[in-house]
């Protein structure tokens, strides 16, 4: 599926098709800046004004594929390919489909943590593109999908709900002035009940990983919750808890032809994986980046000393000084 009918503005333009006995070859545009899940990672996230800039990009490129009836399936970050001149190319159309206003469309495609619930059902329309748009934009202000999946019930569930008593990130997309809203409340509620926040308020990212169990023979791996903050890593399911300034390397392995990432302490080992490429590329490069941030803190940070030591040679000092004095007042020593 190629979109070169007419030229679209934001769109990924197939400029040749080559075809022989057993293969097919696309000839497109080039994206000189990745996609918006590398460009995402590698800044860390985007301001207010970025988001604003790629979602109007994608909402024009959108619009043009709709008008000529074809559905998307697939809008996800590693779909939106980001130009040499920075801007958005709608890409990534080997799920799409032709289809009138009119027809219902069938089949379960797209990316599992981006894709609306209806393509799960018999029958959706193009509408299903819109949602898994507002998934992306979300993932654009919070660097995570909305969808979750539970390891256990294998129920789905939508993390925008848990954010309705905040300010929706799509309504600020289209409206600049809640953002005054959003760092009100972020400012507000600091009194009254505080149910059990504060313990886990400084979370730089959560998520559902795949753990391998420690066996040098045979390991199983099993679902358990992960939590990345500023100094630790943690899995409460075992108790596992590990600081940042312990860990000696964090490196991507792939045992059994399953790609996880491996992080060696001094005590001990620990490898994981998730189910989506990008969420654990995301995973390796936040744990990464927060463990360069804690070795380069200790190494620019002045030598501690413990207070005990501190008093004691305060002390010596104090000593010495009254010593010294001592001497010159009797005349053993000449004072300068």
Sequence with gaps: MSV??????FIDQVSYIFQDCSTILFIHDFGDGGDLLKLHNQRGGFTLEEVLFYTCEMVIGLEFIHQHNICHRNICPRSILISGTGHCMISNFFDAVICS????????????QFKAPEVI?????????????????????????????????EQISYKLLDRLNQVSPLDTVFDLSTQNAIE???????????????????ILIRGVCSKAADSRFNPTWSKREIFLFPNRLEIPAEQIVIPIDEIISVEKIKPKDTEAILIKTHSRDITFSFEMGFEQEQ????????????????????????????MKEEMKRQKKVAIAHSKIANGSVSSI
């Design 121 to 153: 059902s018999d029958s959706y329309s193009k509408s299903c593109d819109i949602f898994s748009l507002g998934c992306t934009i979300y993932y654009l202000f919070y660097g995570e999908s909305p969808i979750v999946t539970d390891p256990i019930t």
């Design 101 to 112: 206003n009119n027809n219902e469309i069938t089949g379960d495609v797209g990316s599992p």
């Design 4 to 9: 070169s009918c007419t030229k679209g503005a």
């Design 184 to 202: 009100k409340s972020q400012n507000e509620d600091n009194s009254g009940d505080q149910l059990q926040e504060t313990e886990f308020q400084d």
């Design 283 to 310: 995973w390796y490069v936040d744990i990464l980046k927060v463990w360069k941030n804690v070795t380069n803190l200790s190494k620019n940070a002045p030598k501690q000393i413990s207070i005990r030591r501190s």
